[in-house]
């Protein structure tokens, strides 16, 4: 081969090293979509719990059945008046 040929064998070298190894490359780029697909699934569950929190607060806020109802089953407040029965459960 003549150096004509090295040359642009060199030139084409050149200029395919940017494309594959550089800031923007392809391997740079697949490794960006793996991070983004990765980072849009935790987004999915972080929203799917955003969205229950805000449930239970637009429930919180709107009626006092929901408030009511925590502080029957996690304070196990009575009303005035109100008799409290609680029966064991049965192990199986």
Do not use: C
């Not at 060199?10 to 391997?27: C, D, I, M, S």
């Not at 006092?64 to 005035?80: Q, S, W």
């Amino acid at each position: 081969m003549k150096w004509p040929t090295w040359l642009l064998v060199v030139l084409l070298a050149a200029l395919q090293y940017p494309l594959w190894f550089g800031k923007g490359g392809w391997f740079r780029v697949q490794e960006m979509e793996r991070q983004l697909t990765a980072q849009r699934e935790v987004n999915q569950t972080l929203e799917a719990r955003n969205a229950s929190h805000e449930a239970e607060v637009r429930d919180l806020k709107t009626g006092y059945e929901a408030i009511e109802e925590r502080a029957r089953y996690e304070l196990g407040l009575v009303k005035e008046g109100e008799i409290f029965v609680q029966t064991p459960q049965k192990r199986p």
